[in-house]
């Protein structure tokens, strides 16, 4: 069964303190790995998407980074505006555009 | 930049009523889809739509809910009976296939059922 897991469920830093969050996968066959950011009551919002194995995408504080298994978005020195659910979805081989979601990492950034 | 459009933002139903919730895609894309979010849980899929049909569903997607595009812009979810598990943030969502390969959702439809 294809599978999408992600931790930490919930992560609080320092303004400016860096970390990661991490999202594995089991899938039958994987066409695209999806991060999006979701702020309370809002649709999720697209951050990046990653193809193969070693790609890494950057976007302000964020980079993501992608393995056979599992992806990370790194966040350097974040600010409280940072703050937000963070969703890692999958994109299976055969399909057009259906997503295999994990539950989210909950961030918040305290200043 | 362009975005996925929902109508309404927030319903409030009584179980049983028929609920129509109402999204304008991006113009060039050619993908759609409904996907939901049961508050505190995961995004989940529920169907997409290609030329005019449904070209694949979830098992929650089942007789009670159906999809059309009247018009050629607007894309519909209606949830013929609903009931109180039904009680979900309802997010549209379009897709290029070509180019920049991403699925943009819109800001949701907030369903109450009472």
């Known amino acids: 069964e294809d599978q999408v897991t992600q931790s930490p469920e919930a992560l609080r830093l320092q303004e400016g303190e860096s970390s990661s969050l991490n999202c594995s996968y089991t899938v039958s066959g994987l066409r695209g790995l999806f991060w999006y950011r979701q702020d309370p009551g809002k649709g999720p919002e697209f951050l990046f998407t990653?193809?193969?194995a070693g790609e890494e995408k950057e976007k302000e504080r964020l980079k993501a980074t992608l393995t056979k298994k599992e992806s990370f978005l790194h966040i350097t020195a974040p600010k409280p505006e940072d703050s937000a659910t963070y969703l890692c979805?999958?994109?299976?081989?055969?399909?057009?555009?259906?997503?295999?979601f994990g539950q989210g990492t909950t961030l918040q950034v305290k200043p | 930049e362009p975005e996925v459009t929902q109508t309404p933002s927030h319903q409030v139903t009584q179980m049983g009523q028929e609920v129509i919730l109402r999204c304008v895609p991006i113009?060039?894309?050619?993908?759609f889809y409904w996907y939901r979010q049961i508050l505190g849980q995961k995004v989940e899929f529920l169907v997409s739509f290609y030329n005019n049909e449904i070209s694949e569903k979830s098992e929650i997607f089942d007789d009670q809910f159906s999809v059309e595009r009247p018009d050629g812009s607007n894309f519909t979810l209606k949830i013929r009976s609903t009931k109180l598990e039904d009680s979900a943030m309802y997010f549209c969502?379009?897709?290029?296939?070509?180019?920049?390969?991403?699925?943009?959702f819109g800001a949701g439809s907030r369903l109450t059922v009472l």
């Open positions: 969502a379009s897709f290029e296939a070509s180019g920049a390969n991403v699925l943009t």
């Open positions: 990653l193809y193969s």
């Open positions: 113009s060039n894309h050619l993908y």
């Open positions: 979805a999958v994109h299976l081989s055969g399909n057009t555009g259906k997503l295999i």
